[in-house]
Structures are given as structure tokens and as C-alpha cells.
């Protein structure tokens, strides 16, 4: 079971053409090896290239850059706790998640200012929003007393003063933050691909087919192969195909759609109000948005069990059609303004919100399953799988272990019937932010 996606991802549509990294061709030695080229694959790499210049470094992926997970998303690196669903668990470890967070989004920041990347990256915060008085008391109140006791400036904002910054009346309340970037997560995974060490080899379209890691790393390729030291797994759900994490982690997939350019009349109607972005009190009812800096809109809602990766065209055009209905629910004042794009990515969730992070084997380490907020926790994941590869002491390893591990979940069948009926239940339980 290899990642395919389709090809409608908005975020690469945006940029230009560029020609994939060629596949692997021979047999090769190396000391390290990562498969994956997402946010954890490719903060791994540069690690590894950073505290070993000199060693001979490969990363390989299954498709090419911007085109998998890590192109697909809303485009938040998101600095605070977060929470997924109606759970506030990360609230709980709230100054373990700010550090790793914050310094993901601070290698970030390096990578796109020492490079160039040109990914619309902004240090805007988010809104963190409320569709009901229901969510309100349940989910931002509570956020707001966690900013309290970590000293976190924030600002609350009522139904007026949220319609007034994000231009629709929809929501009755939100909780705005200042640490949040926003950015084309297509265009930055391009960008820290193409930005690699010297010493650090990406190949792309290459999916690992076969895998023996004992004493000595061996991966064949469709076309050859690598024997290596050590290796770093960053392949989220995937890793159970690797032998590790089984029944353990549970593979979503989660929608989303952009619109066309707003006009100049548009953006006036609008409010000509500044780019935002804004997450759910609820992200499985809820939407996420965004208003790009290019004076787009993006929905992203539509998340649900999906264990094969697979997703169908009719599918996404039911999907489709409902992210339009949403909009204009948003947005009557936009009305004509059509979503030019939908498209299809997969998150990997465990079950007690923790990470699959460290040493999974004698030579393997995993930095896989951010929980819908890969970003910035990929990055500083991988980076730090990295660090524990080499012995290299860093004192946020500690923290991404004081996150757990992810908690064993039933077999299948029963585990599908487990899941949608707890994925039925929440977004039931929370309509009322629907």
C-alpha cells in the first residue's frame, strides 16, 4: 500500500512547474537513511547534515515535494497547545508543547529566511473561533484560563469584533493568538527539500518496497537499493507497514477547498480586512479557514476514518459542493465566488493524542503521528529523532517523551466500528459548532 494522492492539491496549483528530484538508480552505501519527505523527514535530514557534515545522508519519498501530507494542509504552525476534536489534553501539557512547538517554528523560520523560500510565510497568529455559546464555555473559556496560567498573551474577541477581523458574522466569539505562522505548506515543503544540506541526497517518486532492518539497514527501491547504519522513519501512518507503531495509529482523511482570487469589489465587500487564519472550537464539526495573503479563502472540513488512503473523485466532489454550501453560508456577501479547488490529505491520529516518537528498534527511529498539527511538531520530531540517532544530547527530547506514546486501539473490524461510531458521536455531541 504506497501513498496516492490526487492531483488537485490547491497549494501546489498556486506555483510554478518544477521538475522531481530523479528516483534512485543502482546500489548505494549510506550512514543514514529517512524515509519520508514531509515536515519530520526533512527537519531529520537537515539534522543530520547539521551535526554530521561529513556523513553521506539519503532521504527518500513516494512522491515528490508539495504533492503528499505535508502540501496538503491548512498552512498553520501553530505555537500553542491545540486541540483536536473536544479533547483538551494538550492544554494539560502546555509548556512541553510550547517549546516543541515554538522551536519547530523557529527552525522553520531559519530555514525560509537563510534560504529564500518563498512559501507567503507570516507571523499573523490564528483565531481560534466558536460557532455556538455551547463551544464558547466548553472550549475557548478553558483555552483562556491555560493562556492565563502560562502567561500567554491573548486577546478575546466577541461576536462583533470577530465578524469586524475575519468578515463573516458566523462565529459568537474567539480567542486570538500571536504566534502562529501562516504559509503555502506546499511551497515550504518545496522549499526545505530543495534547500538540503550539501551532504544530504533526496530522492523523489522512490517508495521504499522492501525493508530489512536489523543489524545492518537494507531498502530496495523499484530500481535499487541502500544499505546504511541507521535509519529514520517520518511515514505517520504509514510506519505500521514498517512493523512498528501496529494497531496503534488510525489514518484520516481530511478535505479541503480553496476559492478563485477575490476581486478588488470583493475584498472592499469583504471589509478589506488584513489575511487570518482561524481553527474550530471543534475540528471534527467545526471549519478551519484561512484568507491568503493572495485574497483567497480556504474551508477545510470533512475529516473521517480512512485506514486505506484512498479516496474517490465523486467523493471529493460531494465534498466539494459542500464546501461551497458552507462558504456561501459564511460569506453571503461573496456570493458568485466559487472554490476553484478541492482536494484530498491524510493525517495520522492516535488515540491518546501522543506522538510516535524515538527509538523503535536497535538502528530505527520514528518521528511519525503529529496529530493534525505536523507543522511545527513534525519538524521539531524529526529534528529531535535525529539528535537521539547521533547521541547527541538535546533537552527537548525530554519533553517529546514526557507526550507518551500511542495507546493501543482494537483490531479491525472492531476498530472500524469503534472509531465511526466515537467520529459520529463527537461530531453529533458538538453539532451546534457545525
Not at 518545496?190 to 551532504?199: A, Q
Not at 544530547?393 to 472500524?416: E, F, H, N
Request: glycine share 10%; charged share 20%; with cysteine.
Amino acid at each position: 500500500m504506497l501513498p496516492k494522492d490526487d492531483r488537485t492539491n490547491g497549494w501546489s496549483a498556486l506555483l510554478p512547474s518544477r521538475q522531481a528530484k530523479p528516483s534512485l538508480s543502482g546500489d548505494i552505501v549510506a550512514d543514514f537513511v529517512v524515509i519520508g519527505a514531509g515536515y519530520a523527514g526533512l527537519g531529520a535530514a537537515r539534522r543530520l547534515g547539521e551535526l554530521r557534515p561529513h556523513a553521506k545522508i539519503v532521504v527518500f519519498d513516494a512522491q515528490e515535494l508539495g504533492e503528499g501530507a505535508s502540501g496538503r494542509n491548512s498552512g498553520f504552525a501553530i505555537d500553542l497547545p491545540h486541540n483536536v476534536g473536544s479533547s483538551l489534553e494538550e492544554l494539560a501539557k502546555g509548556k512541553a508543547y510550547m517549546r516543541l512547538a515554538r522551536a519547530g517554528i523557529a527552525s522553520l523560520r531559519d530555514s525560509v529566511q537563510r534560504h529564500g523560500i518563498e512559501c507567503d510565510w507570516s507571523e499573523q497568529g490564528k483565531y481560534h473561533t466558536a460557532s455556538s455559546e455551547r463551544g464558547a464555555e466548553e472550549i475557548l473559556l478553558p483555552t483562556v484560563e491555560e493562556l492565563k496560567r502560562l502567561n500567554e498573551p491573548y486577546e478575546w474577541l466577541d461576536a462583533g469584533k470577530t465578524a469586524k477581523r475575519l468578515g463573516t458574522s458566523h462565529f459568537v466569539a474567539s480567542v486570538y493568538t500571536p504566534g502562529t505562522a501562516l504559509l503555502n505548506p506546499a511551497a515550504i515543503n518545496r522549499g526545505l527539500g530543495e534547500n538540503l544540506p550539501e551532504n544530504v541526497t533526496l530522492y523523489e517518486n522512490c517508495p521504499v518496497l522492501e525493508a530489512d532492518l536489523g543489524t545492518t539497514i537494507s531498502l530496495k527501491t523499484a530500481h535499487g537499493s541502500v544499505r546504511a547504519q541507521k535509519v529514520i522513519l517520518a511515514v505517520n501512518g504509514l510506519a505500521m507497514r514498517f512493523g512498528f507503531w501496529k494497531g496503534r495509529l488510525l489514518n484520516f482523511a481530511a478535505h479541503a477547498s480553496l476559492s478563485r482570487r477575490l476581486t478588488a469589489a470583493e475584498q472592499a465587500a469583504l471589509g478589506n480586512i488584513a489575511p487570518w487564519g482561524s481553527t474550530p472550537a471543534n475540528a471534527f464539526a467545526g471549519i478551519t479557514m484561512r484568507y491568503t495573503n493572495d485574497h483567497r479563502i480556504l474551508i477545510r472540513q470533512n475529516i473521517h476514518f480512512c485506514p486505506s488512503l484512498r479516496q474517490s473523485d465523486e467523493r471529493r466532489a460531494r465534498v466539494g459542493a459542500e464546501h461551497q454550501r458552507l462558504f456561501d453560508d459564511r460569506f453571503p456577501m461573496l456570493k458568485g465566488v466559487t472554490m476553484e479547488r478541492t482536494w484530498t490529505g491524510y493525517i495520522c491520529l492516535s488515540r491518546n493524542g501522543a506522538p510516535g516518537f524515538g527509538q523503535v528498534a536497535p538502528n530505527v527511529w520514528s518521528a511519525v503521528c503529529q496529530n493534525a498539527v505536523g507543522v511545527a511538531k513534525g519538524t521539531i520530531s524529526g529534528r529531535l529523532a535525529a539528535a537521539m540517532a547521533l547521541g547527541e544530547d538535546d533537552p527537548l527530547i525530554a519533553d517529546m517523551i514526557s507526550l507518551g506514546t500511542p495507546a493501543p486501539v482494537p483490531p479491525r473490524p472492531l476498530l472500524d466500528i469503534g472509531v465511526r461510531a466515537r467520529f459520529a458521536y463527537e461530531i453529533f455531541r458538538n453539532r451546534h459548532e457545525a
